[in-house]
């Protein structure tokens, strides 16, 4: 949202949000927060231990500059990523949250699952986002040189398509 000068008045989230522990959390303005007790909640809140490892997450992701890791690293696979197939397929994305949607003569291509397959049997884990979109999301932790080759076996995936 802060790349796209959004300020909404609620946000959920979840997931990656503890490490893998279960939690959830809803984020908001003070003004739409002032609800009465018990009139809200989430099936992962509240959970002290999880609580603790999303403040460790969050301190990690700061400390160790994960965010800004995470756009460089970004634009850099983005830019090998479309220089490679940018020709011939859409490339885009932000961050290390990238699709590669497989065109055929500029319609969605049928052949996802097979390049998703092809990737796995190499050594790279994506996964397809719609009917043709392969979906790139490595954890912000990622290496460059391991990034650098998940593009790589991917090249080898796609050839022939």
Do not use: C, W
């Not at 859409?90 to 097979?114: S, T």
């Not at 050594?123 to 979109?133: E, F, H, P, Q, W």
Request: aromatic share 4%; hydrophobic share 45%; charged share 20%.
């Amino acid at each position: 949202m802060e790349h796209f000068g959004v300020e909404p008045d609620l946000i959920a989230t979840a997931k990656g949000i503890a490490s893998g522990l279960p939690l959830g959390a809803i984020i908001g303005r003070a003004e739409v927060m002032s609800l009465p007790k018990g009139s809200h909640a989430n099936t992962f809140g509240g959970n002290p231990v999880a609580a603790a490892a999303a403040l460790a997450t969050l301190d990690v992701i700061e400390e160790e500059g994960l965010l800004q890791h995470a756009d460089e690293l970004g634009q850099e696979l983005k830019k090998a990523l479309a220089d490679e197939f940018g020709d011939k397929h859409d490339v885009r994305g932000l961050g290390l949250m990238i699709g590669v949607e497989l065109l055929e003569g500029g319609k969605p291509a049928k052949y996802l699952n097979e390049v998703l397959i092809k990737s796995f049997k190499r050594g790279l884990a994506v996964i397809g986002a719609g009917a043709s979109t392969i979906r790139i999301a490595p954890p912000l932790v990622i290496p460059k040189p391991m990034a650098l080759r998940g593009v790589e076996i991917l090249k080898e995936a796609l050839s022939g398509y």
